[in-house]
């Protein structure tokens, strides 16, 4: 896609994001425009910087790497912000630490590793955690679907509480890919009502980010309460992914 026509999709998801607040009686600012860069060119990630986006989010650790590493540059005009939003393998932990936020963290094992080798870096990891709360069978993420799992998993997440160097900020989920995003609007729900209980359960953390919504769904789950939404197509054009 052109520099143009990013620029151009850019403002009108801009509206939409704006409009979806609007709806649900919140401010524009309080979501961030994540834009999924995977598969992307570096001439379009700096076509989407140009145009005003400093969060991108990458699902692949060595394609990131080689992104991070050619567009240094910008960090000029203020940075750029990475996520990852892709699953992440244990044995890629260490790689992975080049990103400023990890969204799809979901393993204690996996938060306790990247807090280990964050000390090793002098990094400081801002991670979500990744819930399943569809109950698809393909899908990762703390398995959340049904209100015993969550019982459990909120025990479990105790052990979050020694990390030193992570910080848990929120969770993050993927919803089905269905034909009417209204249909995902429970899963949205879902997780926000997670992470209220959570707010009141689990003190080490306040909570306040929740990474939902993709091209498809994102007005719907702004209504929901999306803090981040993470949107390739809608600002990159159709993909071949
Ligand atoms: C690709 C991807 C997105 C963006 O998907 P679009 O439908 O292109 O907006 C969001 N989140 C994750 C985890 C992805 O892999």
Redesign the pocket.
């Known amino acids: 896609m052109s520099g143009s026509e990013i620029a151009t999709n850019l403002r009108v998801v801009e509206g939409r994001i704006a409009a979806a607040c609007a709806r649900a009686g919140r401010e524009p600012r309080e979501v961030t425009l ?1 834009a ?1 860069s ?1 598969a992307r060119s570096g001439d379009e990630i700096r076509a989407a910087y140009a145009a005003g986006v400093r969060h991108f ?1 990458e ?1 692949r650790v060595e394609e990131a790497e080689l992104k991070i590493l050619g567009l240094q540059d910008m960090a000029r005009g203020g940075g750029i912000t990475w996520h990852m ?2 699953h992440l393998q244990s044995r890629k932990a260490k790689r992975a630490l080049v990103f400023d936020w990890v ?2 963290v979901d393993t204690i094992r996996l938060a306790q590793r990247l807090d280990t080798l964050a000390a090793e870096t002098d990094a400081w990891p801002r991670i979500l955690l990744e819930l399943n709360v569809s109950g698809e069978a393909a899908k990762d993420g703390f398995a959340a679907w049904n209100d015993i799992q969550v019982y459990e998993l909120t025990k479990e997440l105790q052990a979050l509480e020694a990390l030193r160097r992570v910080k848990v900020y929120g969770l ?1 989920t ?1 919803a089905p890919i269905v034909r009417d995003p209204e249909e995902a609007r429970p899963v949205f729900r879902r997780l926000r009502r997670i992470a209220d209980m959570f707010r009141e359960e689990l003190l080490f953390t306040s909570w306040p980010e929740l990474s939902m919504g ?3 769904d ?1 007005e719907v789950a702004i209504e929901e309460g999306a803090t981040m939404v ?7 054009g159709p ?1 071949s ?1």
Do not use: L
């Open positions: 994540v999924v995977k989010g699902n939003v892709g969204h799809s993050m993927m993709m091209t498809d994102f993470r949107i390739g197509r809608a600002v990159f993909s992914y």
